[in-house]
């Protein structure tokens, strides 16, 4: 059987002086020509695991293996980090501000065939739809422009695998789509391995292809986006996916929901507004404009539950409404 890709046997990583802090004894297994999401809240170890996979962290135990060979650990490499792979995090600071896009770009390669170079160059200029920007200095580049050209430099040496930690924090939706669809058409072309790590689920469901997650330091579930966001096993993975209500035993019954469960899970989108003859129990609260849609905020009985709305103008502050439940979750 042909190794794995890229494989973490059961790696560890305690920081020092914490108890629960870093990667408890994990397994996981990377497709190539995939982008594969970690995503986990604040603190659950995601860039403690990327480092590892990228061998800038040493495990305290287990070990990391790229197509079968053991990576190695910066203790152990002139270089820190594996040959094969480029990282990307949100900070930009090895972009030397005062040269053009291009410079940075080009510098980065071998000199050795300048002609090959300059078409390489203008080839990843025109993958990442940075055109127009190359003759700028990276100075005068907007937090998303900058981004690119740091995922530029990464991708111009042909690494087989890009890892991201949390790179699109900073860049606005518009600018983030772009760049998301442009670095999947990559993979798409070149056989790319992408891991991209997040907290964030607007930087990774509409990108990633499996998504992991992380919680404590350990794997708690994986599979596909679509699958995971509409069926999680877990409620952590559910918070994490979207902007749901979480209701108690109790709670739920005075929503309609006889239920043995602890909890019930309500997506904002599982939820219609209705009005009836009576039983317009929950008054909406608040409106928050998204954009496209709103949400409600709708209370009854100390009770608040998100639902989202995208006929602008058919409630107010203040009405009362009926509510009928499409699905719901109970963990
Ligand atoms: P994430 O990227 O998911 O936010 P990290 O991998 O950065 O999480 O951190 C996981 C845990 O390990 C956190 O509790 C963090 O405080 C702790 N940690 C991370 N780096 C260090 C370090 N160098 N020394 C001590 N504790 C650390
Ligand atoms: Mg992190």
């Known amino acids: ?10 790696v560890s990583k305690t920081y020092p002086g914490t108890q629960a802090s870093g990667i408890k004894k994990t397994d996981l297994t990377i497709s190539q020509g995939k982008i594969t999401a970690i995503i986990g809240e604040s ?44 990282m990307v995090t949100q900070q ?7 040269a053009k896009v291009w410079d940075n770009i080009y510098s980065l390669l071998p000199h050795t065939d300048l002609k090959a170079d300059q078409e390489k160059t203008s080839k990843m ?4 739809k940075m055109t127009g920007i190359t003759d700028k200095r990276v100075a005068d580049l907007s937090g998303g422009e900058k981004q690119r050209v740091a995922i530029a430099r990464a991708l111009i040496t042909s690494p087989e695998i890009l890892l991201l930690d949390e790179p699109f924090n900073q860049v606005d939706t518009s600018f983030r789509e772009g760049l998301q669809h442009d670095i999947r058409q990559i993979v798409k072309d070149t ?9 964030d689920p607007a930087e990774v469901l509409s990108m990633a292809d499996e998504l992991l997650v992380l919680k404590e330091g350990e794997i708690l579930e994986s599979g596909g986006p679509k699958e995971l966001y509409q069926n999680p096993k877990h409620l952590y993975t559910a918070r994490l996916l979207t902007n749901c209500t979480v209701l108690t035993n109790e709670e739920a019954k005075v929503c309609g929901l006889k239920t043995k469960a602890a909890h019930v899970v309500i997506y904002p989108e599982w939820i219609e507004t209705v009005k009836t003859w009576t039983n317009n129990d929950w008054e909406i609260k608040q409106i928050l404009f998204k954009g496209c849609y709103e949400d409600l905020l709708l209370e009854h009985k100390g009770i608040t539950i998100r639902v989202l709305n995208d ?8 009405n009362k409404v009926n509510l009928k439940l499409n699905k719901w979750l109970e963990y």
């Open 1 to 10: 059987m042909a190794p794995s890709f890229l494989q973490a046997i059961a």
């Open 43 to 86: 603190g659950s170890g995601k860039s403690t695991l990327l480092k590892m996979l990228f061998g800038l962290l040493s495990p305290d135990a287990g070990e990391v293996k790229f197509k079968g060979e053991r990576i190695w650990g910066p203790a152990e490499k002139l270089i820190p980090g594996h040959d094969a792979m480029k």
């Open 92 to 98: 930009t600071d090895d972009l030397n501000l005062f």
């Open 125 to 128: 200029l025109g993958q990442l």
């Open 191 to 199: 056989g790319l391995t992408v891991i991209i790590v997040s907290h």
């Open 311 to 318: 006929q602008f103008g058919k409630y107010a502050e203040g």
